[in-house]
């Protein structure tokens, strides 16, 4: 296919444009507002697909659904992914020309992976550094279109530009420090003013990889806007859907627990909060504790690893040298482990008398086979008494008689429980 001269040219009549344009598993009844179907196109840049792997396994929603055409309200996707459509060659690039020459029928969104090199750069030594397809120059001179100069064609028609992963949203590994390729970000590239014809500027999912339900379920959101029946969906100053990434990764960490009780690990594979063995947690935003990695499981501290950073526009630079504490957790775990260490006792006293039957407290033994009991020392059962009497001030402790007379003055009507 590809020593044929025609076959990466993209010259629309080799394709069916018929199959492309309209597909006919499009369940009518689905469709809410005027657009039935909505073309994506895929870019990739200096990226390494992990953000395909990571939208491919997305379950909420899952990127089957929304090519399905299954989602009330959301249009059909007719997706053009340079790893994923079964087009090939001439066949495949033919749709991008025709979003270029604005003859889709309906709206197409861009969306770009990997971040953005300087083609000027490689071009100087007669190479590329990412293309797809190629154009035809004459004779057997044909010439590697680069997807920057892809994006550069179909993002003026765009109705949006979705950059994902964070090579796209920030520029990512390729373009950290030395950055031969000059790489950066969409951002960078298409700079503030640009808007897509729906009027919005680039929207960013970042993430190395991301979470793929982010990018998913932004892309059904986006499309319900599009389709005139949702509303604009929250983005941060950043363009960030502020739903997923106002919060950081300490604030639903399942170690957050840990680290407020001053616990910290000391080495990979213990429970403890991982601060101290390089997670910067507490100041970057990412919502992959509480949503999960792939089908809500997984995730960095959920699986051990320590946060590196990888959704955050500082990335990677910022976040070296990985795994070495970071220098402002410094300050805040020394004060936490001083309060949490007091903390934890003062819980662990509570937990011992909670984890009792009333009957094995009045008896002072647990009738347990499992272990001798141990007995609370006389301070422990001071402070419990005063616990108590705290935990049951203004209220009636279960078991306690209450007189008639104290309950009517509290306004209670209620005579099966007053006292003769
Ligand atoms: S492991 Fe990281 S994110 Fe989790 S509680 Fe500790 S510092 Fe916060
Ligand atoms: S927790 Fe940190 S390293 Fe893990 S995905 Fe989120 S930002 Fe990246």
Redesign the pocket.
């Known amino acids: 296919m590809l020593d044929d001269p025609k076959a990466m040219t993209g010259h629309p009549t080799d394709v069916d444009a018929a199959r492309i344009a309209k597909p006919e598993t499009k369940p009518k009844e689905l469709s809410f507002g005027p657009l039935e179907t909505v073309h994506v196109f895929w870019l990739a840049g200096m990226s390494c697909d992990g953000c395909t792997v990571a939208v491919a396994g997305a379950t909420q929603p899952p990127l089957e659904n929304l090519l399905a055409g299954t989602i009330p309200g959301v249009p059909q996707i007719i997706l053009h992914h340079p790893v994923l459509s079964v087009e090939a060659g001439a066949e495949f690039v033919a749709s991008f020309y025709k979003a270029e020459r604005g003859e889709l029928d309906v709206p197409y969104v861009v969306c770009f992976e990997g971040s953005i090199p300087d083609e000027s750069i490689a071009a100087a030594t007669g190479g590329y550094w990412s293309a797809l397809g190629s154009e035809h120059l004459g004779g057997d001179v044909h010439r590697p279109i680069p997807t920057t100069e892809w994006l550069k064609r179909l993002a003026p028609g765009a109705a949006a530009v979705i950059a994902i992963g964070t090579c796209a949203t920030w520029g990512g590994i390729p373009a950290a420090a030395g950055n031969p390729t000059n790489s950066m970000s969409l951002m960078d590239y298409l700079g503030k003013d640009y808007r897509g014809t729906a009027g919005l500027p680039v929207i960013n999912i970042p993430g190395c990889a991301p979470v793929g339900d982010n990018f998913t379920e932004t892309v059904a959101m986006v499309l319900l806007f599009l389709q005139g029946i949702g509303p604009l969906p929250e983005f941060d100053e950043l363009g960030r859907p502020s739903w997923l990434f106002s919060d950081t ?2 604030t639903k ?1 399942v ?2 627990g ?2 407020e009780e001053g616990s910290f690990a000391t080495k990979y594979g213990q429970k403890e ?3 101290e063995i390089g ?1 910067w ?2 100041v970057v935003q990412c919502n992959i504790t509480s949503r999960g990695a792939i089908n809500h499981m997984g995730g960095c ?1 959920n699986a051990g690893g ?2 590196i950073g990888c959704t955050m526009p500082g990335f990677p630079d910022k976040f070296a040298p990985f795994y070495e504490m970071p220098p402002g957790s410094n300050v805040s775990s020394n004060a936490v482990r001083t309060y949490g260490a007091v903390i934890r006792r003062l819980r662990r006293m509570t937990m011992k008398y909670q984890n009792m039957e009333p009957r094995w407290e009045e008896n002072n033994a647990v009738p347990s086979g499992w272990s001798e009991f141990q007995k609370p020392s006389l301070v422990n059962q001071a402070m419990h008494y005063l616990y108590q009497k705290l935990q049951y001030s203004g209220s009636t402790r279960p078991g306690d008689v209450v007189s008639k007379e104290s309950l009517k003055a509290k306004g209670f009507h209620t005579p099966e429980v007053y006292k003769d």
Request: aromatic fraction near 12%.
């Open positions: 990764v300490h960490c170690r957050g840990y680290y909060c991982l601060v997670c947690g507490p501290m320590v946060c």
